[in-house]
Structure formats: structure tokens, C-alpha cells
């Protein structure tokens, strides 16, 4: 997306708005993009700190914005702003809010601290359940790529350039890529504490892949699949999954390593937004008539990794599980497939 900024006014280029004509993701982008030109202030305008709020004061300054705070309600929202933080639970409150982008903070009519807990809740169990198959999902491509590349005869030169290739040529910025998937699995090695690992490199040898595995981060795991020069092991994996092809595979991975990021820093899901690396969804899982549920929402997320897990366990309990949680909260479904910037 190309933009830039002149007397005030947000200008984007033509490719960059036609992009977004035919894919919803990039037109939440373009508009997150112009909410937040519209809403910071520009550069040099002096900005008073906002003084650090006790709970009391922060309770205090809810209810003056409209939030109902009963009796019986003020020790949750109390424990609730402790526990959690006023920063990290106004991310949801948003939404019952008149108009925040613009400034103005006033709740809507109705909103009390149950409907604001709920949500919150509602999310943090999502994220837990997506978590759960995240972790099938990571043992699993941590597990099968050290075996086939191990198998395959990289089970001691998983560190050396050559095991990867550049896919663009030899002036491309896939040599680069190379080489820094290459640094990263060196420092990936050298932070590790464990015994199998800090053995071998005391005396100069290197760990076998299948125990390196353990302690390569997830973004390294899914690079050595990104740029792994043998497409023979590359394809074989990819069909392992279910996925038609190596650069479908790759495409989920790396969503797969983003949102598993994501949920392991306890982040929203439900309404985000700004999803980075989209993950492809399969045409057969694409079952609702608005096929734009499934590009760069969460719906997007939940779906791919529900039959990622079903597959690899070869049931449905995951899956199961995942749709009674979410049928719970019919209300909060639209937040799922259709996430919106809190208005």
C-alpha cells in the first residue's frame, strides 16, 4: 500500500485503493490507516501526559462517561481493572462506546460492567481454545519437518546455506533470507540451555535436527520450511496437512506462527482487525455464502486451524469443542468474521 500525507490530507495511490476494491482485508487497512492519520495528532503538537488514575479514580471516571456501575457490579469492575488493567480491558469497551476514534468516550445506553466483562471473557476463552490446537499444530510441523529433512539427509546440515535456496535468483532478497534464517537458527541454538543441545556445541559438533527442533523458535521452524531447497520433503509435508501444494502450506505456517504470537501474548482476537499474514483457506471449508468472512478476519484463523487439528488428530473433538464455545455467544460472531475499527 502506498500513501502519503500532504497539507494534512491522506493521499493513497491507485493500486493501493483497487487492491482494496477486491480484497476486504486491505480495505480495513486503508481505513484503519486513514482513522489513525485522522486521529493522532500531527508531529510537534505538544501533548500533556495523562496522569497515572488510582482504580478508584479510574471506576469514578467510567461511570462519568456513562457506564452503569451498580453496587453489586463495582467490586468486579474494581478486581477486573486490578487484575487486568485499564489499558489492555478498554481495547473492548470501545465498542460500547459512542464514538472513540473521534474522541469522544461516552458509553452507549445500556452498557454496564457484565457486558464489558463478558466480552472479555468471552475472548479470553477463544484464545485459550485456539491455543490449545495452535500447540497440535506446532509439535506436529516441528516433528515432521525434522523428520523428512532428516530422512532426507539435512539431519547435520540443517545450518549450512546450501540445505536452502533462493528462489528468485542469485541477486534476490532471497539470498538475504537465507542468511538470516541461517543467523537466527545460530542464535536459536546458542540460547538454549538445554543439555542435548549445549553438549554437541561444547565440542564443536553440531545437534542433530531432531533435537535442535525442540529449541528452534516457531518463526525459525517455519522459515527452514519457507526457503528449504528440497521440494520433494516440502511437498511431502504440505500433503501431510491436507494442503494442495508447498506455497499453500507455507502460506498457513507463517499466519499459523503470527496468530499462535498473538494468543501467546494473550492479545485480542475477537474484533482485530489488523490481521498481518491472512492465512489461504481451502475451498472446501469456504461453506457461508460471504466468502469475505474468510479473508484476513479471525473467522479466517479459527477455521484453518479447527481442520488442521481435526486432521492431524483424525477427529472432530477439537472442532466440536471449538463450535460449542463459539455458538455460546452468538452475539459476538459478527465481531469473528466481520471485525470492524471500533467506531
Known amino acids: 500500500m502506498h500513501q502519503s500525507l500532504r497539507h494534512g490530507i491522506l493521499l493513497v495511490t491507485v493500486p493501493a485503493r483497487a487492491k482494496a476494491v477486491r480484497h476486504p482485508q486491505y480495505r480495513r487497512g486503508l481505513l484503519m490507516l486513514a482513522a489513525a ?6 508531529k510537534g503538537t505538544l501533548i500533556p501526559p495523562k496522569p497515572a488514575l488510582s482504580i478508584a479514580d479510574q471506576v469514578a471516571l467510567l461511570t462519568k462517561r456513562g457506564l452503569t456501575v451498580s453496587v453489586q457490579d463495582r467490586k468486579l469492575l474494581e478486581t477486573i481493572l486490578t487484575d487486568n488493567g485499564y489499558s489492555r480491558i478498554a481495547r473492548y469497551w470501545r465498542y460500547d462506546q459512542v464514538n472513540s476514534s473521534s474522541g469522544s468516550k461516552s458509553f452507549t ?3 454496564t460492567v457484565l457486558s464489558l466483562v463478558e466480552a472479555y471473557r468471552y475472548d479470553s476463552a477463544l484464545r485459550h481454545l485456539m491455543s490449545q490446537g495452535l500447540e497440535v499444530f506446532e509439535v506436529t ?10 530422512m532426507g539427509g539435512a539431519a547435520y546440515t540443517y545450518r549450512d546455506l546450501t540445505t536452502y535456496r533462493p528462489r528468485g535468483g542469485q541477486n534476490s532478497s532471497q539470498n538475504t533470507a537465507c542468511a538470516d534464517l541461517i543467523a537466527d537458527i545460530e542464535r536459536d541454538l546458542r540460547r538454549a540451555r538445554e543439555d542435548f543441545i549445549m553438549g554437541p556445541l561444547y565440542r564443536g559438533d553440531t545437534p542433530p535436527l531432531w533435537d535442535a527442533m525442540e529449541v528452534l ?12 531447497a528440497d521440494q ?6 504440505a500433503k501431510s496437512f491436507g494442503y494442495p501444494a508447498a506455497r499453500f502450506a507455507e502460506s498457513v505456517f507463517r ?22 499474514v491472512p492465512p489461504p483457506v481451502l475451498n472446501r471449508l469456504k461453506t457461508e ?19 488442521m487439528v481435526d486432521t492431524i488428530q483424525n477427529n472432530d473433538n477439537y472442532s466440536t469443542a471449538m463450535w460449542d464455545l463459539i455458538n455460546t455467544k452468538p452475539a459476538y460472531v459478527d465481531g469473528l468474521k466481520h471485525p470492524k475499527i471500533a467506531s
Open 232 to 237: 520433494t520433503i516440502r511437498y511431502q509435508i
Open 109 to 111: 445506553a445500556g452498557a
Open 141 to 150: 510441523l516441528r516433528s515432521r519437518l525434522g523428520y523428512f529433512m532428516s
Open 289 to 307: 455464502p460471504d466468502k469475505t468472512i474468510y479473508q484476513g478476519t479471525p473467522w479466517a484463523w479459527i477455521v484453518v486451524i479447527v481442520d
Open 37 to 42: 492519520y485522522c486521529t493522532y495528532p500531527r
Open 217 to 228: 523458535s516457531l518463526g525459525s521452524v517455519s522459515k527452514m520450511y519457507s526457503l528449504l
Open 255 to 276: 499466519s499459523m506462527t503470527v496468530v499462535r504470537n498473538v494468543c501467546a501474548h494473550h492479545a485480542r482476537v475477537w474484533n482485530r482487525t489488523n490481521i498481518q
